[in-house]
C-alpha cells in the first residue's frame, strides 16, 4: 500500500466514498484530512466541461481540435503528442485533473455510432497514436482515460449486451491497442465499458482488470466506470474496479460498506481500491492553480493537425490543387455550417469556427455559395437543387461540400445505413450534369458509400476535422499544405461486403464475433475483397520513390530483433510527407493467419528531391499470434515476408526472413477440420460448428427465456411484450414508435427503453429508489401490481421536489 498512513485514518464509509464520485464530474476527497476533491471532464478531443451548477447541456469554450477519426488518418504520433500537449494546458486552465479519453476501441463496422471518437480499424496504428497523445497530455500533469475497457463496438443495447468473442481475437484485436497505450503511456486511468464480455460486466471482470490490464500489462493507475457501467458496486470492487462514476447518491457507498459488515466482502479489496483512488488525488493535485493558454495558437495548431490528416481519396488529372485564378463554386450548406466534430458526450463548445467558404475568402479565392440542400432536411429541395445548379454551371470548379450530417451519427444509436443523405445525393448528380470539374468535400464520422466516385475529378475526405477544418479545407485546395493524410479504416463497395454484417450489432443478448480476427483490411486483404479505397490509401500532390529494403539477417531466432531499412525519395515538385507502412505476412502456418498485418509505420517529411533512409525494428510479437493452448503470444517457426508500401495494397518493397521459434515443441491451434472457413476468411456466414470450435465453449443463447423474470440487469425494451411493460413504454414514450426512415436513431428513447433497471436508481440522482425499482419489477413479473404501484409511489411523492429539479436542468 502506497498510503498506508492515510488508510488507517479513514473510516470505512470514507473509504468507500473515495471509490465513487462525488457528483458527475469530482470525485470526493476527505476534507478533514486535506485530501481535495479533483475535477473530470468529459474529451477525447478537447474539453467537454459542464459549467458548475447551470444546465447540463452547457459547456466552457474550449478549442475543439480534430475527433480521433481524423487525427487516426496523420498517422503521425509526434502530432498527437503536441495535440495532447495543449489538451493538457487547456485542462489546466480549468483546474480540470483528468480529461476522459482516448478511445481506442476498434472499429469493427462502418455502422457504430461512436466510431468518430475511435481510431481504426487495426490494433496498432490505435494503440500507437493513443500513447502519444496520453503522454502529450500527462506531461503537463493531467492524467487521462483510456477507454472503453473493452469489446465496445456498438452503441445499440450497450449497456446490457455480451460481446461474446473468441480468446484470440479478443487478444490480437480487440486488447492490443489498449496495451500498447498502456505499456507505452501509463495512463492514469484505464475506463470500463457498459457491455459484458463472455459473459460478465466490464466493471467486475476480474480476467480484463487484474489478470490481464494489472497483472500482464503492468498497469499502475485507478480503473473507472464508464457512467452508469457499475452493474454490482460489491463484485467491482472485488474484481479490480476501483471508482464508480458518477455519484450513485450513496447507494454504492451503502453496499460496499454492507458488503463488508457482513463479511462478503474482504475488506482488503476496498483498502487496494481506496489506495489507488488517494494516489490518484496526489497526482491530480498539480492541476489545481491559476494557469492559461493562447487560444489563437490552439487555434493554428487544431488547423496544422486537421490539414496533416485529411485524406484526399482521389485527385484525376491534377485537379486539386485549384488556381486562384479560376472562378469557384461552392456548393453545400457544410461549406457555411461544418460539421466539424461528433454528437453525444464529447461534444465541445469552440473558442472560434472557421468555416470552408470564409477560408477560401481568406486564401484569395473568387468564390460563389449555395446551399444545395438543408442540413436537416432528407428529402432533397427542388428549387435549392436548381439554385445551386445554376451557380455551378457559371463555374470553372466546384467545391461540392456533402456528408453525414449529426442526425445520421452519434453516441448512442449506430447508423442503419453506410449511404449519405438523399439529399446530398441527389445535389451531386445534378451537378455533375452541369459542370463535370467536381471536387466533393467529404464531412463525417465513417465510411459511407460513394456510387458517384467514378464521376468526380476529386474526393477530399475531411471527416470531423474540429473548429479550424475551414482553414484546413482552404489551405489543401490551394496547394499551401500538401495533402498526407492516410485512410485508418477501409472504405468498403458496399455494407454488404463488411465481415461483419450478417452478426451487427448482435441480436438480443449477445453481439457474436464470429468473423474473429478478420475486421477491416485483414478481411478485404486476406478475402481478396475489392474495396473502394484500401486501409493506408492517402494521395499527395508530389510523388515518393521507394527503394532499396534491407534486413539486418536473413534468419534470426524469435528472441532477436530484425531491422528493416528503406529509402523513400520525393520524386515530384513539391515538398510533402509520406507514411510508409511494415505489413508483415505469414507465408505458411498451421492456424489461420491474415494474409497481411500492420507492424509498424513511420511518417516522413520530403523536400522535392529529398531521399532519406528509414528504419524499423521488429520484434517477437511483430511475427507472433495469440496461442490459445499456452495462453501466450507464439511464433510459428518458417518463412515470413516484410511488405513495404503505402498502403495495404499498394505494396513497393518486399524481402524475406526465417524466424525460428523459442517455443517449437508448443501445440499449434490447427482449425482446419474443425472450423476451415476461417482459411482463407470466409466468414461472412459462419455455421455454429465452427464457431463453437473457435469459441472451445458452447454458444451463449442470443435470447432470453420469455419465462425468465426480469432483474434490475432487463432493460424496458426486453418487457414490451407485458401488459406493464407496454404500458410503462407508452407513458414514458408518449406512444411515439420509432421512425423507420430517420437515418439514425433516437438517443432519448433508446437511452430510457435499453437502459437496465438498475440505472434508474443508481443514475438517477435520488429521484428514482431502490425501494421504486422493487415494485417496477413486481409489475413487469406481474407479482402484484397494488403492491408493485404503492412501492412505486410511496417513493415518488417524496421526490417531486428532486425530479422537478432535474427536469430543469435537462
Given at each position: 500500500?502506497?498510503?498506508k498512513e492515510i488508510l488507517e485514518k479513514l473510516t470505512l464509509e470514507e473509504k468507500a466514498e473515495l471509490c465513487t464520485g462525488k457528483d458527475c464530474w469530482h470525485l470526493n476527497g476527505v476534507e478533514r484530512l486535506g485530501i481535495p476533491s479533483v475535477t473530470l471532464t468529459d474529451g477525447p478531443h478537447g474539453l467537454s466541461l459542464r459549467k458548475p451548477d447551470g444546465d447540463i447541456r452547457e459547456s466552457v469554450t474550449a478549442t475543439c481540435f480534430p475527433s480521433a477519426v481524423t487525427t487516426a488518418c496523420s498517422w503521425d504520433r509526434d502530432l498527437l503528442y503536441r495535440m495532447g500537449q495543449a489538451m493538457g494546458q ?721
Amino acid at each position: 500500500m502506497k498510503n498506508k498512513e492515510i488508510l488507517e485514518k479513514l473510516t470505512l464509509e470514507e473509504k468507500a466514498e473515495l471509490c465513487t464520485g462525488k457528483d458527475c464530474w469530482h470525485l470526493n476527497g476527505v476534507e478533514r484530512l486535506g485530501i481535495p476533491s479533483v475535477t473530470l471532464t468529459d474529451g477525447p478531443h478537447g474539453l467537454s466541461l459542464r459549467k458548475p451548477d447551470g444546465d447540463i447541456r452547457e459547456s466552457v469554450t474550449a478549442t475543439c481540435f480534430p475527433s480521433a477519426v481524423t487525427t487516426a488518418c496523420s498517422w503521425d504520433r509526434d502530432l498527437l503528442y503536441r495535440m495532447g500537449q495543449a489538451m493538457g494546458q487547456e485542462c489546466l486552465k480549468e483546474n480540470v485533473s483528468i480529461i476522459l479519453g482516448p478511445g481506442v476501441n476498434m472499429k469493427r463496422s462502418p455502422l457504430c455510432g461512436r466510431n468518430f471518437e475511435y481510431f481504426s480499424e487495426d490494433p496498432l496504428l490505435a494503440g500507437e497514436l493513443a500513447a502519444g497523445l496520453i503522454n502529450g497530455i500527462q506531461s503537463k500533469g493531467v492524467g487521462t482515460a483510456l477507454k472503453h475497457f473493452a469489446v465496445n463496438s456498438q452503441e445499440k443495447r450497450r449497456l446490457v449486451i455480451d460481446s461474446v468473442v473468441d480468446e484470440r481475437s479478443l487478444r490480437e484485436i480487440y486488447l492490443t491497442a489498449f496495451e500498447i497505450a498502456v505499456k507505452k503511456a501509463q495512463p492514469r486511468t484505464v475506463m470500463n465499458s457498459y457491455n459484458k464480455v463472455n459473459g460478465t460486466y466490464s466493471s467486475e471482470n476480474g480476467y480484463l482488470q487484474n489478470k490481464i490490464l494489472r497483472e500482464e500489462w503492468g498497469f499502475e493507475g485507478a480503473v473507472m466506470s464508464d457512467w452508469g457501467a457499475v452493474n454490482d458496486r460489491v463484485k467491482g470492487i472485488a474484481n479490480g474496479n476501483d471508482l464508480e462514476m458518477p455519484s450513485s447518491n450513496g447507494y454504492g457507498t451503502k453496499k460496499i460498506c454492507e458488503a463488508v459488515r457482513k463479511g462478503t466482502l474482504d475488506e482488503k479489496y476496498l483498502d487496494t481500491a481506496a489506495d489507488r483512488m488517494l494516489t490518484l488525488i496526489e497526482k491530480s493535485k498539480g492541476a489545481i492553480g491559476e494557469f492559461t493558454y493562447d487560444e489563437q495558437e490552439h487555434h493554428k495548431l487544431a488547423a496544422e493537425i486537421c490539414a496533416n490528416s485529411m485524406v484526399l481519396l482521389k485527385n484525376e488529372d491534377n485537379t486539386l490543387p485549384i488556381s486562384k485564378e479560376k472562378t469557384v463554386a461552392v456548393i453545400g450548406e457544410m461549406a457555411r455550417a461544418p460539421r466539424y466534430q461528433g454528437e453525444g458526450s464529447s461534444v465541445i463548445v469552440p473558442t472560434k469556427i472557421t468555416d470552408a467558404f470564409d477560408g477560401f475568402l481568406e486564401e484569395g479565392y473568387k468564390v460563389t455559395f449555395a446551399p444545395g440542400y438543408f442540413k436537416k432536411q432528407d428529402e432533397p429541395s427542388e428549387a435549392m437543387v436548381k439554385d445551386a445548379c445554376n451557380i455551378a454551371s457559371k463555374a470553372d470548379a466546384v467545391l461540392l461540400f456533402i456528408g453525414l450530417t449529426e442526425e445520421y451519427e452519434s453516441e448512442g444509436y449506430d447508423r442503419k445505413t453506410m449511404s449519405l443523405p438523399i439529399s446530398h445525393n441527389r445535389l451531386l448528380e445534378e451537378i455533375l450534369k452541369v459542370n463535370e470539374n467536381v471536387t466533393v468535400v467529404l464531412s463525417g464520422g465513417s465510411p459511407v458509400l460513394m456510387p458517384w466516385a467514378k464521376k468526380v475529378k476529386a474526393i477530399l475526405n475531411g471527416y470531423l476535422g474540429g473548429q479550424a477544418s475551414g482553414k484546413a479545407v482552404a489551405e489543401i485546395i490551394s496547394g499551401k499544405v500538401n495533402p498526407s493524410g492516410k485512410l485508418a479504416e477501409t472504405y468498403p463497395l458496399k455494407e454488404a461486403d463488411v465481415p461483419c454484417s450478417a452478426y451487427y450489432p448482435g441480436r438480443g443478448l449477445t453481439a457474436e464475433h464470429r468473423e474473429g480476427i478478420y475486421i477491416g483490411y485483414r478481411y478485404y486483404d486476406t478475402a481478396e475483397k475489392e474495396v473502394l479505397y484500401p486501409f493506408g490509401h492517402g494521395l499527395s500532390y508530389t510523388q515518393f520513390e521507394y527503394s532499396d529494403i534491407r534486413l539486418s539477417a536473413e534468419r534470426i531466432n524469435d528472441t532477436d530483433t530484425l531491422t528493416v531499412t528503406c529509402k523513400i525519395k520525393n520524386i515530384g515538385d513539391r515538398d510533402g510527407a509520406e507514411t510508409v507502412q511494415l505489413y508483415v505476412s505469414d507465408c505458411e502456418s498451421t492456424v489461420f493467419r491474415p494474409s497481411k498485418e500492420l507492424r509498424d509505420f513511420t511518417k516522413i517529411y520530403l523536400e522535392k528531391g529529398e531521399e532519406k533512409e528509414v528504419s524499423f525494428s521488429l520484434s517477437k510479437r511483430a511475427f507472433a499470434y495469440y496461442n490459445i493452448n499456452i495462453s501466450d503470444w507464439h511464433v510459428e517457426s518458417g518463412e515470413f515476408e516484410i511488405l513495404i508500401g503505402a498502403s495495404s495494397r499498394d505494396i513497393r518493397l518486399k524481402a524475406k526472413a526465417e524466424v525460428i521459434s523459442s517455443l517449437p515443441e508448443v501445440s499449434v491451434p490447427d482449425y482446419r477440420e474443425s472450423a476451415p472457413c476461417y482459411y482463407g476468411a470466409d466468414v461472412k456466414n459462419v455455421p455454429d460448428k465452427q464457431y463453437r470450435a473457435l469459441l472451445g465453449r458452447d454458444i451463449p443463447p442470443q435470447y432470453a427465456d420469455v419465462n425468465d423474470k426480469f432483474t434490475v440487469e432487463s432493460c424496458l425494451m426486453d418487457a414490451e411484450h407485458t401488459k406493464w411493460g407496454k404500458r410503462i413504454i407508452t407513458v414514458l414514450t408518449g406512444g411515439k414508435k420509432p421512425d423507420p426512415n430517420a437515418p439514425g436513431g433516437d438517443p432519448m428513447r433508446d437511452v430510457v427503453l435499453e437502459s437496465p433497471i438498475r440505472n434508474l436508481y443508481a443514475m438517477g440522482q435520488g429521484t428514482f429508489t431502490e425501494q421504486m425499482a422493487e415494485g417496477l419489477l413486481m409489475l413487469l413479473n406481474e407479482e402484484g401490481s397494488a403492491a408493485g404501484l404503492i412501492k412505486i409511489f410511496t417513493g415518488f411523492m417524496p421526490n417531486l421536489k428532486k425530479i422537478a429539479e432535474l427536469a430543469k436542468k435537462i
